[in-house]
């Protein structure tokens, strides 16, 4: 059995995934909140070796989690939920804020910069198998990146 490594911000993370698993998670933070604020953003580099596609992400702390894309429009930043983010075999996908994020809603709690929040991917490779990947993400304060304002 295969174990996959996880960097994340010079941390690894071990997760048991499943055998097939290849796809590798780095860099990987969430901005942290201040109350009341209730959505925040998730930000990694994926690379699946054999291709897949990110189909969705959970974590306890928050209620919902969606896939969004990020675009600016005009002088209007846009956001979207995407059904799945496209994982091409071997290139890393960035996540990152003004593109692709996780985006985290109706949060249990604020998140504090030190913490970790548990974040579960769920990938589905090309011949149609689903794998699961447990992450630890750290948190970085509010101020480590431009505000992203996430209207509902
Ligand atoms: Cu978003």
């Known amino acids: 059995m295969k174990t996959v490594q996880f960097a994340a911000l010079g941390t690894l993370f071990l997760a048991a995934a499943a ?10 933070w969430v901005r942290g909140t201040v109350a009341p604020q209730k959505a925040t953003g998730a930000f990694m580099q994926i690379t699946s070796a054999q291709g897949g596609k990110l ?10 989690t969606e896939v969004h894309e990020m675009a600016m429009e005009g002088d ?11 994982l091409p075999a071997g290139k890393a996908v960035e996540l990152k804020p003004g ?10 709690q604020p998140l504090k910069a030190g913490e ?7 990938i589905e ?7 699961t990947l447990e992450l630890k993400v750290p948190v970085k304060s509010a101020g480590a990146a431009p ?3 996430h209207k509902r």
């Not at 055998?19 to 990987?28: E, I, L």
């Not at 209007?76 to 059904?83: D, L, S």
């Not at 490779?125 to 794998?131: A, F, I, L, Q, Y």
Request: charged residues 20%; positive net charge; without cysteine.
């Open 19 to 28: 055998a097939s698993a290849q796809t590798t998670v780095k860099d990987a």
């Open 55 to 64: 189909v969705s992400a959970q974590s306890p702390l928050a209620g919902v």
């Open 76 to 86: 209007v930043m846009k956001m979207r939920a995407v059904p799945a983010l496209e």
């Open 99 to 108: 593109g692709y994020h996780l985006m985290l809603m109706d949060l249990k």
């Open 116 to 122: 970790n929040v548990p974040l579960t991917l769920t």
């Open 125 to 131: 490779t090309k011949d149609g198998k689903r794998e």
């Open 147 to 149: 505000a992203m304002e």
